[in-house]
């Protein structure tokens, strides 16, 4: 059900600085990660993913990190532009799991200032 | 890329009413497909898993003959929300994985704004 009172972590920056969103995971099974972007009222957007054999993947723009020793990823945005904001999830599945599930995290909403 | 959509996008019902939303995969055949709910500034929360040719698997806490899920054909899902109430007035989204690619990648469609009066 809905939680009162729940926000979402915001993160503001100026149009043109790089943004880093963080996201903690909880399962260390979890070995598949992935990062979307979800506008207002539209479903989400795949940016980018990483399995758990790599701690870095760049893409246009974005790099998504992994830190397993602490349970940790982060997706960097260079250049950060308006067209940018929007709330980031993170996601993680365990390979072989219950028919790939994905587990959402809590979401960032990223606000970028012209 | 895979396209992923969604009929309709926004329904408004009357209490009682039972409203379908469907979901469908325009450029790919997909086994598989998920339906979640988000509830406003809240994350993505898993439903049901929706497999061509069987029933859904629906997770814990989900009514399952309330929220019926058929995955006739393998580019078609449909979720009926039954008898539906205000409580649950919500966006709902659906996703599917792609054959061929990451076998845990999934593909969102636009969603479903859902308002029961």
């Keep these: 059900g809905e939680s009162v009172g729940l926000h979402l972590p ?4 100026q149009e043109g600085d790089n943004s880093i969103i963080n996201c903690a ?8 990660f992935i990062w979307y972007k979800q506008e207002s009222g539209k479903g989400p957007q795949f940016i980018i993913d990483i399995r758990s054999n790599m701690d870095k993947r760049q893409g246009q723009r974005v790099t998504v990190l992994l830190n397993k020793t602490v349970k940790h990823l982060s997706l960097q945005i260079a250049a950060t532009q308006p067209g940018d904001s929007a709330v ?21 909403k990223l606000s970028v200032k012209p | 890329g895979a396209v992923v959509s969604q009929h309709p996008s926004r329904v408004i019902c009357k209490s009682g009413t039972s409203v379908k939303i469907e979901c469908r995969s325009l450029d790919f055949q997909a086994t598989t497909m998920f339906w979640y709910r988000q509830f406003p500034k809240q994350s993505l929360m898993l439903m049901a898993t929706s497999n061509e040719g ?9 009514e399952k003959d309330k929220f019926l899920i058929n995955h006739a054909s393998l580019t078609l899902s449909t979720l009926t929300v039954t008898s539906a109430h205000p409580e649950d007035s919500s966006f709902y989204i659906c996703s599917a994985r792609v054959p061929g690619l990451a076998e845990d990648t999934q593909y969102f469609g636009p969603g479903t704004r859902l308002t029961v009066l």
Excluded: H, P, W
């Design chain 1, 88 to 108: 980031y999830f993170c996601a993680e599945n365990i390979r072989g799991g219950s028919q790939g599930n994905l587990i959402f995290g809590k979401g960032t």
């Design chain 1, 10 to 13: 915001t993160l503001s920056v």
């Design chain 1, 25 to 32: 995971y909880s399962n260390s099974a979890s070995d598949y």
């Design chain 2, 54 to 62: 069987s029933k859904a698997t629906y997770e814990q806490g989900v």
